[in-house]
């Protein structure tokens, strides 16, 4: 299954905000997203967390499918060994899967094994691979990857692990990236997540990554068309 059309309509939309729906009200969602839609959010983030690969508990491919929206659903996977779990979140809708290159021996088989699954949204467009890499994790752990991939996500702090600050070495990580990616002669788009709020968005916007998550800033005081404005505004 050809992943070409997903990753074009994807960059369509670049450079683009990934909304955190688990930071949505769970009380009101239908409502929430209904606003990030007609304020032009083109992502909707799922931050998937197993307790094991790091502390958190959060949602599942139930929730992930229940979850109606034109948004592209970006279903980011922090959990251990996720090649198993895998044709589940393809079958919930999800238009961009992303495995961390710390979960699992075989990072390499799941990116591939994403790149054979129909799109349940539109068989025809395929699902965009996403590989993911903590701040701990040197980015040359990327380069035997990158020939699966169509996104890289740079997670900005520790995951899992809420409060944190932006990782002061992430512009650094973000060039190291790109000249990788550079090297690599492919599309692959630039992802930035983690720590990001309506102080943080010029700084992030400055490293001119493709997609930017912001989760918990986007509903703070129930304004979320303004939320969007503001983080938006900073492009």
Not at 18 to 25: C, E, L, Q, R
Not at 161 to 183: S, W
């Amino acid at each position: 299954m050809g992943n070409q059309p997903i990753v074009e309509l994807v960059r369509k939309s670049c450079p683009g905000l990934s909304v955190g729906a688990v930071s949505a009200n769970l009380m009101a969602i239908a409502q929430d997203i209904s606003c990030l839609e007609q304020n032009g959010v083109p992502l909707l983030h799922f931050d998937v967390m197993d307790g094991h690969f790091v502390p958190q508990l959060t949602v599942g491919p139930s929730f992930v499918k229940g979850i109606k929206t034109s948004m592209f659903k970006d279903v980011h996977l922090m959990i251990s060994d996720p090649y198993a779990s895998l044709p589940q979140y393809a079958a919930a809708g999800a238009d961009i899967l992303s495995v961390h290159v710390e979960s699992c021996i075989h990072a390499k088989a799941c990116l591939q094994l994403i790149g054979t699954f129909r799109n349940a949204n539109d068989p025809s467009r395929g699902i965009l691979r996403g590989i993911a890499v903590c701040p701990g994790t040197a980015i040359c752990d990327l380069r035997p990857l990158l020939d699966e991939t169509d996104m890289v996500t740079i997670v900005a702090i520790n995951p899992g692990f809420p409060g944190q600050k932006i990782d002061a070495n992430t512009a650094q990580r973000v060039e190291a990236v790109r000249r990788v990616v550079t090297d690599t002669g492919r599309d692959i788009l630039l992802c930035i997540d983690g720590g990001i709020t309506k102080d943080t968005i010029a700084q992030v916007w400055a490293m001119k990554p493709d997609i930017v998550v912001s989760g918990s800033a986007i509903f703070e005081h129930n304004a979320i068309g303004k939320n969007v404005q503001i983080m938006m505004s900073n492009l």
